[in-house]
């Protein structure tokens, strides 16, 4: 049943905040995105968010976030970093510190300002690359400060948390989103939309929840 009420939804243009973008699109009145522009290794990105909030007919705010290339240089703001997973307990070098704290900082800010109550974001625990501001602890403590910070009653609405990667195509599917997320969304660190180059880490995660759902999806049948 939806909501009476507004939320933005943190965009990227990928497989997961798509997947977010259409479970609030059933759940609230109003949604907006907003998608953060931090001189990423890619601004097909941006221009992938830009083209699927105008198919959808959201309204999209794209922020200047140009000062996290400058402080977390990595393989995301880099292209002379490879792409690769972290080993020995080391974070991957697509972490970029501090990402989501500002991200949903600001979120909450613009939320603040067009009068939404609700904060989407696909970050996820189960399928997380380590990143310790994808756990679902960082975001109650945050959703927790950013009321605070801003004497508001925010909810930070995390759809995908404990979701892997087939549970994730299993819900896009369930949203009737499973064609469009597979086909107009950017997930791949080389910039290749839909199933992308295939090699990188982020095409490998999504190619095996994909692989594992639709012969889950079959057998079903």
């Given amino acids: 049943m939806m909501k009476k009420e507004k939320a933005v939804v943190v965009f990227s243009g990928g497989q997961d905040s798509t997947t977010c973008l ?3 699109m059933e759940r609230f009145e109003e949604v907006e995105a907003v998608t953060f522009d931090y001189n990423q290794r890619h601004s097909l990105e ?3 968010a830009q083209k699927i909030a105008k198919e959808l007919g959201i309204t999209h705010h794209i922020l200047d976030m140009s000062l996290l290339n400058q402080l977390a240089p990595n393989a995301l703001t880099r292209s002379d970093i490879a792409v690769e997973d972290g080993e020995d307990g080391e974070l991957p070098s697509t972490f970029v510190p501090g990402r989501n704290l500002l991200f949903l900082s600001f979120a909450g800010v613009l939320a603040s300002q067009i009068g939404a109550k609700h904060i989407v974001t696909g970050v996820c625990e189960t399928d997380f690359s380590g990143y ?5 602890v960082f975001i109650k403590s945050l959703n927790v400060t950013l ?3 801003m004497d508001q009653s925010f909810v930070i609405d995390t759809p995908l948390m404990w979701l892997n990667k087939e549970e994730t195509w299993e819900l896009a599917d369930q949203l009737g989103a499973f064609d469009f997320v597979r086909e107009k969304t950017l997930t791949c660190y080389n910039g290749i939309i ?3 180059c295939g090699e990188c880490p982020a095409c490998k995660l999504r190619k095996k929840g994909l692989d594992d759902y639709v012969s889950r999806r079959q057998v079903l049948k």
């Avoid at 310790?132 to 679902?136: E, F, V």
């Fill in 22 to 24: 259409f479970w609030a």
């Fill in 132 to 136: 310790p501001d994808c756990r679902d």
């Fill in 46 to 48: 941006i221009e992938c």
């Fill in 194 to 196: 839909s199933d992308g």
């Fill in 147 to 149: 009321n605070l910070s």
